[in-house]
């Protein structure tokens, strides 16, 4: 498992075609919009959506933790996407992905949805904080604008960006990059994107099939 590695505010980081940032240095997995439980909320709104959503993610959060040296996740908000999202079957599953990671240190930076959702279970021991969390030169936050000293590592927009070609086009995930802020792409399962459109001297960076590559922005 690959993935590009740059320079963020003085630092080294990967982007993670996996929809994560790695910060090597503080051993960090940085995730944005994971939204557990969104398939089971809809559900209890008698809205027909396919089941697996949450057991998707957690696989999704194991294959990284094989792959690379990680003591410590900090969650860009969006943990839970509903009060629906405290249903039994998910904590379930959200327990014992849990048992199998003691020694993994979990930090939620609160989002708009977990304000509403409420703070996840205490039995998965999740360090709960407000934006912006500052950890050396970086500034973890939910929303992208918010007031912070470092450099801003936020999520809430999902971003994609479409590629096109004549008549044919693809909205993909995306890293959006800039000189005082970074937006990661939704992790999560099920949750759809916004597609963006970059400013003067942002980058972005595209994810599909397992890859991540540079756009040139015109």
Same mark, same amino acid.
């Given at each position: 498992?690959?993935?590009?590695? =740059?320079?963020?505010?003085?630092?080294r980081?990967?982007?993670?075609?996996?929809?994560? &940032?790695l910060?090597?240095?503080?051993?960090?997995?940085? !995730?944005?919009? !994971? /939204?557990?439980?969104?398939?089971?909320?809809?559900?209890?709104?008698?809205?027909?959506?396919?089941?697996?959503?949450?057991?998707?993610?957690?696989?999704?959060?194991?294959? %990284?933790?094989?792959?690379?040296? !990680?003591?410590? =996740?900090?969650?860009?908000?969006?943990?839970?996407?509903?009060?629906?999202?405290?249903?039994?079957?998910?904590?379930?599953?959200?327990?014992?992905?849990?048992?199998? /990671?003691?020694?993994?240190?979990?930090?939620?930076?609160? #989002?708009? /949805?977990?304000?509403?959702?409420?703070d996840?279970?205490? $039995?998965?021991?999740?360090?709960?904080?407000?934006?912006p969390?500052?950890?050396?030169?970086?500034?973890?936050?939910?929303?992208?604008?918010?007031?912070?000293? #470092?450099y801003?590592?936020? #999520?809430?927009?999902?971003?994609v960006?479409? &590629?096109?070609?004549?008549?044919?086009? &693809?909205?993909?995930?995306?890293? %959006? %990059?800039?000189?005082?802020?970074? =937006?990661?792409?939704?992790?999560?399962?099920?949750?759809?994107?916004?597609? =963006?459109?970059? $400013?003067?001297?942002?980058?972005?960076?595209?994810?599909?099939?397992?890859?991540i590559?540079p !756009?040139?922005?015109?």
């Amino acid at each position: 498992m690959s993935g590009l590695e =740059i320079e963020l505010a003085g630092e080294r980081v990967v982007l993670l075609p996996q929809k994560a &940032l790695l910060w090597p240095r503080e051993r960090m997995l940085v !995730i944005a919009d !994971i /939204h557990f439980g969104k398939a089971a909320s809809f559900r209890a709104l008698g809205i027909p959506v396919p089941r697996g959503t949450t057991t998707e993610n957690l696989l999704s959060l194991d294959a %990284l933790l094989e792959a690379w040296d !990680i003591a410590h =996740i900090v969650f860009l908000g969006d943990f839970l996407h509903a009060k629906a999202a405290h249903a039994v079957s998910t904590l379930r599953a959200m327990l014992a992905w849990r048992a199998r /990671h003691t020694r993994l240190r979990l930090t939620l930076v609160r #989002g708009n /949805h977990d304000w509403h959702a409420g703070d996840p279970s205490e $039995l998965l021991q999740v360090g709960m904080v407000d934006e912006p969390f500052d950890v050396g030169p970086f500034s973890f936050c939910h929303h992208p604008d918010t007031a912070a000293a #470092g450099y801003v590592l936020a #999520g809430h927009v999902h971003p994609v960006y479409r &590629l096109s070609s004549g008549w044919e086009s &693809l909205r993909l995930p995306c890293f %959006l %990059l800039g000189e005082r802020r970074a =937006i990661l792409p939704s992790f999560g399962a099920f949750t759809g994107g916004h597609v =963006i459109a970059p $400013l003067p001297g942002e980058r972005v960076f595209v994810l599909a099939e397992q890859s991540i590559f540079p !756009i040139e922005i015109r």
